[in-house]
């Protein structure tokens, strides 16, 4: 079925001209963290990142494409695909993606998704590999970066302890190229995860600036637990303080530490070095 302008109803295709319909400023208001928390929805941006997302399995609830690439092959097998699933298809111009993504160049295609996170008491730390403990992040970039990396050497998830920053948040999710499909996310706060913590089943690892053992000197046996500190001030005392072992990383210059997101991937392919392979 395909109608113009007006409010949505899932398993429709609508055209959306008018930057003045109410689901464009629905979408662009998810760019606000209060508003994303309010109805447990994010966009993710580019068509092979939400075909795949579907092909996942991932719940859509929007499929938003640009009027000019409606008769690209991926982009009609996916709006077909969104519809038998009850989702709404939006055909609009291309001052109508700006204006819901805030972007003078936006992609031609996004699409809005909901929100998925593990809790914490159905982590399966049986089949894990290694899921990374992140304290506090701020920084999006890192987050998406880190999860991104989590992908790439199968790491079986991140969890998000305390306060941090959205990973459903605009700059996040790109920066994840995709990865926020792939990996699950757990989130809890610092009590909570205090309390969980001692039903790991294997090594927990901190990283931490003052460890005076070599990363590269201990045997990582999965399920691995890595726990990361915080860009400004690392891991605080009474959570390091939870680890089995706590490792550091050699620096030989000036630099007083590496990248948050950096030391992650450093740690992560030394504790999945015997797993990975070209
Ligand atoms: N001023 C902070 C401090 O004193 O810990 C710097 C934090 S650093 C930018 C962020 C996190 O990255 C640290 O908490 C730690 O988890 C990790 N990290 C950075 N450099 C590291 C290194 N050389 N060895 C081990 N971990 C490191």
Redesign the pocket.
């Known amino acids: 079925m395909n109608t113009q302008d007006g409010p949505g109803r899932p398993g429709l295709v609508k055209t959306v001209t008018s930057l003045a319909n109410p689901l464009v400023k629905d979408i662009r208001a998810l760019s606000q963290r209060k508003h994303r928390q309010a109805t447990g929805l994010f966009v993710a941006e580019g068509l092979k990142l939400v075909a795949d997302a579907i092909e996942a399995g991932w719940p859509i609830k929007t499929f938003v494409h640009a009027e000019k690439v409606a008769s690209h092959e991926l982009v009609t097998r996916t709006a077909a695909r969104v519809v038998a699933h009850g989702g709404l298809v939006l055909k609009v111009s291309e001052a109508v993606l700006e204006k819901m993504t805030r972007r003078d160049n936006p992609q031609m295609v996004i699409g809005v998704f909901e929100q998925k996170t593990v809790p914490l008491d159905a982590i399966d730390t049986s089949s894990a590999t290694v899921w990374i403990a992140l304290?506090g992040i701020k920084d999006p970039g890192n987050l998406g970066t880190i999860l991104r990396t989590a992908d790439a050497v199968g790491a079986s998830g991140v969890l998000l302890v305390g306060d941090t920053v959205d990973p459903f948040g605009t700059e996040a999710v790109r920066a994840t190229m995709g990865s926020i499909f792939h990996v699950r996310l757990a989130r809890a706060s610092v009590e909570a995860f205090k309390a969980w913590r001692p039903g790991w089943p294997g090594t927990v690892v901190?990283?931490?600036?003052?460890?005076t053992e070599d990363?590269r000197a201990v045997s990582y046996e999965e399920p691995v637990l890595l726990?990361?500190?915080?860009?400004?001030?690392?891991?605080p005392e009474d959570l390091a303080g939870l680890c089995d072992r706590l490792?550091?990383?050699?620096?030989a210059g000036k630099?007083?530490?590496?990248?948050?997101a950096?030391?992650?991937a450093?740690?992560l392919y030394e504790v999945r070095r015997g797993q990975l392979t070209v």
């Not at 726990?227 to 891991?235: C, D, K």
């Not at 490792?247 to 620096?251: D, G």
């Not at 630099?255 to 948050?260: F, I, M, P, R, T």
Request: aromatic share 6%; charged share 10%.
């Open positions: 304290e901190g990283t931490h600036l003052s460890a990363y726990f990361m500190g915080n860009e400004q001030s690392g891991l490792v550091k990383i050699p620096m630099a007083d530490s590496l990248n948050l950096v030391s992650t450093v740690m």
